[in-house]
T-cell receptor
Framework: DGGITQSPKYLFRKEGQNVTLSCEQN?????MYWYRQDPGQGLRLIYY???????QKGDIAEGYSVSREKKESFPLTVTSAQKNPTAFYLCASSKGLASTGELFFGEGSRLTVL | AQSVSQHNHHVILSEAASLELGCNYSYGGTVNLFWYVQYPGQHLQLLLKYFSGDPLVKGIKGFEAEFIKSKFSFNLRKPSVQWSDTAEYFCAATVYNQGGKLIFGQGTELSVKP
């Protein structure tokens, strides 16, 4: 089935460690996004990529990094510089720009920093 | 700063009651507007969207939303809710010439009592 696969679903990390969340899509979508979801704050945009080998910072990019080496993959690294990394992370993709179409979301990855 | 605001964090209704969830945005230019829904344990999915034309848009499952430009609002409505409408609802907006950046509101949790 076509869709977005995020892994792992649950992840625990010690303070000071970097961790990478995987996001793969087989929808042949050009654009991909990472959002962070916290209770009462909705979804906040971390990074987005409209084309391979290009990406832009969202509203809360500090402490995060991404790469877009392949169309179908957009991994997110949560670095030790992220002050409050415990959150639910959502990856999404869209065929064209977010302004013109629907975003398709993965099931999410819940990161807990111990 | 550009933002999307949702008025209610948690709404509790009985079945058959009417629903209206508020959404306001702060962009000054042309905007595209969306409502997404997250049912318990499921992916976020698109409920409806407004790009232009008739300001009253209809979505899935009997939902509709009205774009009122003078009030910068895009409220979601349903005449008669069902228990299965229990979910979290997110309003989102993107500015026409900032195609990659979709901004979400804080979300409204709707609980429908049977």
């Amino acid at each position: 089935d076509g869709g977005i696969t995020q892994s792992p679903k649950y992840l625990f990390r010690k303070e000071g460690q970097n961790v990478t969340l995987s996001c793969e899509q087989n929808l042949n979508h050009d654009a991909m996004y990472w959002y962070r979801q916290d209770p009462g704050q909705g979804l906040r945009l971390i990074y987005y990529s409209q084309i391979v080998n290009d990406f832009q910072k969202g509203d809360i990019a500090e402490g995060y990094s991404v790469s877009r080496e392949k169309k179908e993959s957009f991994p997110l690294t949560v670095t030790s510089a992220q002050k409050n990394p415990t959150a639910f992370y959502l990856c999404a993709s869209s065929k064209g720009l977010a302004s013109t179409g629907e975003l398709f979301f993965g099931e999410g990855s819940r990161l807990t920093v111990l | 700063a550009q933002s999307v605001s949702q008025h209610n964090h948690h709404v509790i209704l009985s079945e058959a009651a009417s629903l209206e969830l508020g959404c306001n945005y702060s962009y000054g230019g042309t905007v595209n507007l969306f409502w997404y829904v997250q049912y318990p344990g499921q992916h976020l999915q698109l409920l409806l969207k407004y790009f232009s034309g008739d300001p009253l848009v209809k979505g899935i499952k009997g939902f509709e939303a009205e774009f009122i430009k003078s009030k910068f609002s895009f409220n979601l409505r349903k005449p008669s809710v069902q228990w299965s409408d229990t979910a979290e609802y997110f309003c989102a907006a993107t500015v026409y010439n900032q195609g990659g950046k979709l901004i979400f509101g804080q979300g409204t949790e709707l609980s429908v009592k049977p």
